[in-house]
């Protein structure tokens, strides 16, 4: 009897002592709690910050570039990149951007299809806290930006404007391929009829066209252009992909004396400099990888609440058939 009575004290003793032991919780060591470890490893896979990135069509090697040297620098802050396609239509980049605000964007790096247009995003993305980067070409309303990253744009006219009065001295007809809702165009185009219109030997602008910033379009427009101006001297071009529709109109209608100028240093129009034979005279190049970067390290910055540049003008330069080899033709400079 004595012998049972000590073994069920025993059993009721082990049972408590258990039962201590599984009640344990959030003491001693953090090996004691399970929890605290768990909720650290979840917040380490959160990303940092959620950036958006629209610009005007992604179709276009510069942008492509331009995206893939921003998502780099993104994604080594441990950041993460949404990234739409409007191809080139204002009213999809806005429903875009409608998209990535209830994606809860932090910040968005944006090149807009239409400058004017584009005015109702940037309320509703201020109105959401949502820091704007803009990169390229400037949207109309700048007071809603709160950075920008891009080229000397009218510069980079003004030199394909002095490199055709050196190239014909004695001056002549022009023709520009433009697209007036993107304002890096605009200011291109203006940059180069100032420096023309310094020549001593008058240059005359005979023909110009809205391309909409499209190939096919472009391509129409050159071909038309060319046929009512047999003895046209030059083509200036807002941008390298209208350039190479410019080409490509001059091999169809057989014109081999017009000078074509374009924008941007494409590895296309560049090996295009290295033949013997061809109307592209020079391209004034700009870098959508250091663009792309300086973009992606500025939105950081604002992010993190360091100091950051306001504005941010990256240097352009002319390539042509005689410094091409310098720059490389598989790549962007």
Known sequence: ????????????????????????????????NATAEEDTDENADQEKYLIGFSVIDMENPYF?????????????????????????????????????????????????????????????????????????????????????????????????????????????????LECPTQNSMNERITGFEEAISKAEKGFEVVDRADTKGKFNKALKAAEKMLKKYPNLTAIMCGNDQLAVAAKTAVNVVGNDKVLIYGVDGSPDIKKELKKRENQIVGTAAQSPINIGKKAAETADNILDGNDYEKEVYEEVFMINKDNVDMYGTDGWQ
């Open 1 to 32: 009897m004595l012998r049972k009575k000590i073994s069920l004290l025993l059993a009721v003793l082990l049972v408590c002592m258990l039962g201590m032991t599984a009640c344990k919780k959030d003491v001693g060591t953090p090996e004691d």
């Open 64 to 176: 492509i570039t331009l995206e893939s040297a921003t998502r780099e620098v993104v994604e080594a802050d441990d950041s993460t990149l949404i990234t739409k396609d409007p191809g080139g239509n204002a009213d999809k980049q806005a429903k875009q951007i409608d998209e990535m605000i209830k994606d809860g964007i932090n910040a968005i790096i944006l090149s807009p299809v239409d400058w004017e247009k584009i005015t109702p995003s940037l309320k509703k993305l201020k109105d959401a806290g949502v820091k704007i980067i803009n990169v390229d070409t400037q949207v109309k309303e700048m007071s809603y930006v709160d950075a920008y990253v891009g080229s000397d744009n009218k510069n980079a006219g003004y030199i394909c404007g002095e490199d055709l009065i050196k190239k014909s001295p004695d001056g002549g007809t022009v023709a520009i």
